[in-house]
């Protein structure tokens, strides 16, 4: 079953403003990572933040992990018409292996 | 897609057919795993490997048999195929257990 839940499932969003997307989990973790994947196309890593960061930075990408909430959130700043794909967190720690959410598929309108 | 190559890119094949996908990698990474994705349920490991000869089942291993006899390749078998199994198969590689995966480009396959 999936560990993490990504919320919301769909967003839309003019070109330049921001996107969040979160990710809840059930089971206590020793990383959490965001994936890209465009249409068609196999999973992209964006980035891991372990469990005990709290924020992490890689570019036009900010990632925040919670741990005492069981929670994650992915923030996209200034996107662009390329960034629309779907995005899936996941989490690993203990026995499991990588473990995927659902995703949450983001469309940029130019 | 970081040295991994997936075959075939696409099947179809028949209900109660024997189907062998081929995932090799160039990386000599240790951990190599097979995952299916299908609309409403994310991607779902089926089984993975940690080594020549040393695989487990994951989450949805059910119908699905792997075989990984050199480090660079990693064979998923479905013995007698059902519908159920359509997917879209992603084979995926790591140097350690719970570090960032990368990707093949996947395997479509319908079974009709």
């Known amino acids: 079953s999936q560990q993490g839940e990504e919320d919301p499932q769909a967003l839309s969003i003019q070109e330049g403003e921001n996107a969040t997307m979160n990710c809840s989990y059930k089971t206590s973790i020793n990383n959490l990572q965001w994936y890209r994947q465009n249409s068609g196309r196999g999973l992209v890593h964006l980035i891991l933040i372990r469990s005990n960061e709290r924020e992490k930075h890689s570019g036009r990408l900010r990632v925040t992990l919670d741990t005492s909430k069981k929670s994650s959130s992915l923030l996209i700043t200034a996107s662009r018409a390329a960034d629309t794909a779907s995005y899936f967190c996941a989490t690993a720690g203990g026995y499991q292996k990588v473990t995927f959410g659902i995703g949450t598929k983001l469309q940029v309108i130019p | 897609d970081a040295g991994i190559t997936q075959s075939p890119r696409h099947k179809v094949t028949e209900t109660g057919t024997p189907v062998t996908l081929r995932c090799h990698q160039t990386e000599n990474h240790r951990y190599m795993y097979w995952y299916r994705q299908d609309p409403g349920h994310g991607l779902r490991l089926i089984h993975y490997?940690?080594?020549?000869?040393?695989?487990d089942k994951g989450e949805v291993s059910d119908g699905y048999s792997v075989s990984r006899s050199k480090t660079e390749d990693f064979l998923l078998t479905l013995e007698s195929a059902t519908s159920s199994q359509t997917s879209v198969y992603f084979c995926a590689i790591s140097e350690r257990t719970d570090e960032k995966l990368f990707f093949g480009s996947g395997t479509q396959l319908s079974v009709l």
């Open positions: 490997s940690y080594g020549v000869k040393d695989t």
